[in-house]
């Protein structure tokens, strides 16, 4: 399958919107029409139901499934389409994507990162390694379609091939979500977390102040071209303004990609093509090529309206600076999950409202700070990647806080919080 990025740089997924065979005959639904059989199963009032099965929603089941006093409660996670679904992603895992996953998960890894090598525009190249693994790298559909697993089991409903269309906050409390096959389903509470690109951010009135497009080709290469990548990715500070490229290895194929701020589609698209010729690439026909906007939500945007909690990427939650989004999308997933069961057991709409608000302290105490100092991070490496790149291979502190914020010992909030050297990095790289 190839798939190319469409107009506005948004993922072309026509396979996995086809409609698959979302709910497979049983021997219950025999002798029934397929339109009545799908209402069944949809149907009645859920407590919780999870719009998008990406990482921010399976972790928003998982949670709510799991919350304590979970007899009889009822939870849907929709997706439209069927796992494993493809997604354009890095894969990269940090440490903090690491420690928010349920417990027992096993982490499908392709590779352990143990170096990175950095580039500015292609020069100045300097390997950096770690005895210690800094980030692990994996397939999304295979990631993915694991978190949904822990999500069933901990007691979630699963419908796919269900596309959301709309979100109606009834007069008696109840949401009613929209589906684009004309159905509709009841929720006490709803949690948006269907990506950067869905209906329930726009239902909530999520606003951003930063937009890039990032653009990804996956490439098989031979086993010789396999080994060289083994343990060790590329970053590389690109000449657009906020660019890099990164090449994360993955056993017998190698994803490579850009991030850039969009507007610059013909600028972005080239970036991706010499930095593929540019590594000796160029000669191994990609397996897939697409595209995806990340957004980050602007410092005042809700994450909530009513009985409608948002998370991930619907909420604009991601590291400015590096775009990182999973383990954004794991942590506000899992507190979604939380207190949407608190939304549901809401005695009335103060409550309600009282519990929402809840989820937006505990968001922004903690994503929103990290998200604050990944701002000035942003924009100091707009105006100055050189800096970045000086200290990345020259500065030992500033690698060692690097790599400790991949490995999850601490974040950029933390490191500028800090007393030490690492705070000191900061500073130095965030003054104006
Ligand atoms: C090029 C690129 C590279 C990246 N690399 C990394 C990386 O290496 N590491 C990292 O941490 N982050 C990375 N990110 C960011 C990361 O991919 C996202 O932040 C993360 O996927 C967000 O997870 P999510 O669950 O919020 O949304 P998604 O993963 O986008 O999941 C949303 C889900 O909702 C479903 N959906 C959408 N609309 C509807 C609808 N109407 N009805 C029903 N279902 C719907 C979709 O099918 C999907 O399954 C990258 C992003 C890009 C663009």
Redesign the pocket.
Known sequence: MTQTPGPSGEQNLTSDDSGTDVFPDTPAAEGRDSDERDADELGGVWDVVV???????SSAAYAAASAPGAEGRRVLL????APP?Y??????IIGP?RDALPPGFQLPLKDRVHAITFTMDGRMPRTRRSQRMLFGLVNRDEFDERLVQCAEKAGAVLATG???SGLRQEPDGLVTVTLQDGRSVLARCVVG????A??TGAHVGVTFDQVDL?L?AEIPVPPEVAAQWRGRVLLDWGSLSGSYGWVFPKGDSLTV?V?AARGRGAETRAYLKDFIARLGLAGFPPSIESG?L?RCRADDSPLAKGRVLVA???AGL?EPWT???????LRSGRLAGEWAVRVADAQDETGVNRRALGYSFAIKSDLGEEMRIGRKLMSAFERRPRAFHIAAIGLRPAWRAFARVTQGHTTFAGLARSHGLGRQTIDMLIRR
Do not use: F, M, Q
């Open positions: 719009v998008g099965a990406g990482p921010a929603g929709l997706d439209k389409a679904r997604k354009t992603c890095g894969g990269g994507s269900v596309a959301v977390a269907d990506g950067s869905g209906r990032g990804e990609g991030i995806h990340t991930g990427d619907a991601l775009r990182e989004g999973i383990s954004y999308a």
